[in-house]
């Protein structure tokens, strides 16, 4: 009898429970308890080790990665979702921590505190339509030769970047998720915005291309070593930079300047050079540079971090101007026309030609009714020239056209009707100078001096005929000047190198080299003249003109 009133009141007492539980309100944190209300948000994060890197991020990278190179083979560890501390681990050597990879956009001091949406990249503004993160076991996520600690770096600490609504940081350039900063070139302008580069125009189209960029991260690794991995070697940095993990910066190599910061080039500065050699010590300079844009003197091997070899003529090709056996060298950029040394600014200098790129071919424009449009013509406009390494231009009256003398063959141009015709030197020859002769009749020759020396070629309305060339065995010609003797031949005036001879070019009528208009003509033999070759062999020099002065 008692166990059945002790089973009686048990079940009495479940009853009421269940009574009583019916009657209370869910206590789970939630804004409503209508599964059509749910708002579609992810489980929450799980961190087994409580460091702050949620354990799937942590499985995503948790993978070691080896990586084969001709020198052998290293490892970059991954993260470990049960080891509480590889949250401040930076396996990659790229500067920034594993919990500064999984925070990005929002750096520590607020990812935890002033957040106001979800780490990573928004899928709004990634090409994959994913969100995206930085990867704790590569270097250069985005693939663009920057490494992510130094593009977070400039983002952040260089200026080039903003906090945005969300607290996070929004990357104007060297966004480390943004693959584009391997071509950009963002270098500070004249008027501090930046966008301007360093590069330079190469083929001198009047246009810096893609490839003639300096671009960011050429910038950044500028002096490595060959096969040089940050994985493996770490940052081309030396010693501490602000915001970066500890030991990030390589080992072997300091500034010249003993200070702390980075090994190559600066990005937003298009003259960055920061020191030059006193003696046997480096000084860091006040204000940097030394009036050579970078890429300028990266292209042409000098340093861009070193003032110094600006007023260096690495080429030696200055000039012993008092013949005292010693060419004085240039002391500073300020005063580099008074030495002897054609330096290598002078060099630029020449080449930028007081503020507009040297650009070799013919640039003209109308006489009159002029609207201000120039016209430039090379190997590379619309209506082309043979080669933009321009010596001669003659006047064709008759034709409306100019005949143009180059390195590598004629053109005929009508420059306002934007035709032109191009006549091509065989190879191996290359002209240095031109003159028409028209002896009498239909007959029209050009003279040509190369590098083999003095040539007739045939014309035939107005266009030479290449083929026609004649052969010559002076030797190379430097220059050539029509002399006034009063006879009936094209007598010149070759000069070569320390050397110049007399030439006659004579109409023969018939059995010459070159024939045009029913006539034919010769090159004569050379007739060295001695006084002037000895006169030129003295003073070291070769002839680029003369004049001719009766007496």
């Keep these: 009898m008692r166990r059945k009133q002790t089973a009686a009141f048990i079940v009495?007492?479940?009853?009421?429970?269940?009574?009583?539980?019916?009657?209370?309100?869910?206590?789970?944190?939630?804004?409503?308890?209508?599964?059509?209300?749910?708002?579609?948000?992810?489980?929450?994060?799980?961190?087994?080790d409580e460091d702050r890197i949620p354990d799937q991020y942590e499985s995503i990278y948790g993978e070691d990665i080896v990586i084969d190179t001709p020198e052998g083979s290293f490892e970059v560890l991954g993260l470990d979702m049960n080891n509480g501390t590889d949250n401040m681990s930076d396996h990659d050597r790229d500067g920034a921590v594993a919990l500064l990879e999984y925070c990005w956009p929002y750096t520590l001091d607020k990812c935890f505190t002033d957040r106001l949406s979800l780490t990573g990249k928004p899928p709004e503004l990634t090409e994959s339509g994913n969100r995206e993160y930085l990867d704790p076991t590569s270097s250069d996520t985005d693939g663009d030769g920057l490494p992510d600690g130094y593009e977070i770096h400039m983002c952040t600490e260089g200026g080039l970047g903003y906090l945005n609504a969300t607290n996070a940081w929004t990357c104007l350039w060297f966004d480390p998720l943004d693959p584009s900063d391997s071509t950009e070139d963002i270098d500070r302008c004249e008027d501090f915005s930046f966008g301007c580069g360093d590069g330079f125009d190469v083929n001198r189209d009047g246009h810096i291309d893609v490839t003639e960029r300096y671009s960011n991260s050429e910038e950044y690794s500028f002096g490595t070593p060959e096969n040089w991995i940050t994985e493996r070697d770490g940052l081309w940095c030396s010693g501490i930079i602000p915001g970066m993990s500890e030991n990030a910066c390589q080992e072997s190599i300091v500034r010249p300047t003993g200070d702390d910061g980075w090994l190559g080039t600066d990005p937003t500065r298009s003259d960055s050079d920061y020191y030059s050699w006193s003696d046997l010590l480096a000084t860091g300079l006040v204000i940097p540079g030394d009036g050579i844009p970078d890429g300028w003197e990266a292209h042409y091997g000098l340093d861009p971090r070193n003032a110094s070899d600006a007023i260096l003529d690495s080429d030696n090709d200055g000039w012993d101007a008092d013949r005292d056996g010693y060419v004085i060298p240039d002391t500073s950029t300020a005063t580099a026309a008074w030495g002897e040394a054609f330096s290598n600014y002078e060099e630029y200098m020449v080449y930028y030609d007081e503020g507009s790129?040297?650009?070799?071919?013919?640039?003209?424009?109308?006489?009159?009714?002029?609207?201000?449009?120039?016209?430039?013509?090379?190997?590379?406009?619309?209506?082309?020239?043979?080669?933009?390494?321009?010596?001669?231009?003659?006047?064709?009256?008759?034709?409306?056209?100019?005949?143009?003398?180059?390195?590598?063959?004629?053109?005929?141009?009508?420059?306002?009707?934007?035709?032109?015709?191009?006549?091509?030197?065989?190879?191996?020859?290359?002209?240095?100078?031109?003159?028409?002769?028209?002896?009498?009749?239909?007959?029209?020759?050009?003279?040509?001096?190369?590098?083999?020396?003095?040539?007739?070629?045939?014309?035939?309305?107005?266009?030479?005929?290449?083929?026609?060339?004649?052969?010559?065995?002076?030797?190379?010609?430097?220059?050539?000047?029509?002399?006034?003797?009063?006879?009936?031949?094209?007598?010149?005036?070759?000069?070569?190198?320390?050397?110049?001879?007399?030439?006659?070019?004579?109409?023969?009528?018939?059995?010459?080299?070159?024939?045009?208009?029913?006539?034919?003509?010769?090159?004569?033999?050379?007739?060295?003249?001695?006084?002037?070759?000895?006169?030129?062999?003295d003073s070291e020099v070769s002839a680029n003109d003369a004049v001719q002065v009766p007496i």
């Design 357 to 537: 790129w040297v650009k070799p071919g013919i640039r003209g424009t109308a006489g009159t009714s002029h609207d201000g449009t120039v016209l430039t013509f090379d190997q590379s406009t619309q209506t082309q020239l043979v080669d933009a390494a321009v010596h001669t231009m003659i006047k064709d009256s008759e034709q409306q056209r100019i005949i143009v003398g180059s390195k590598y063959g004629v053109t005929t141009l009508d420059p306002f009707g934007e035709i032109s015709s191009l006549h091509n030197l065989r190879p191996g020859v290359e002209m240095t100078s031109m003159v028409r002769w028209s002896p009498g009749g239909n007959s029209d020759f050009l003279v040509i001096g190369t590098n083999l020396g003095v040539h007739c070629v045939s014309m035939e309305n107005g266009l030479p005929i290449m083929s026609s060339l004649s052969e010559s065995e002076i030797g190379h010609v430097v220059s050539m000047m029509e002399l006034d003797t009063g006879s009936d031949n094209l007598d010149l005036m070759v000069f070569g190198h320390q050397k110049a001879w007399t030439v006659s070019v004579s109409d023969e009528g018939s059995g010459g080299d070159c024939w045009s208009g029913g006539r034919s003509v010769s090159v004569g033999q050379e007739i060295l003249s001695s006084p002037l070759t000895e006169a030129l062999s």
């Design 12 to 48: 009495l007492l479940l009853l009421s429970s269940l009574a009583f539980v019916s009657q209370t309100r869910p206590q789970s944190p939630v804004d409503s308890t209508n599964p059509t209300d749910a708002q579609g948000g992810a489980p929450p994060a799980t961190d087994a």
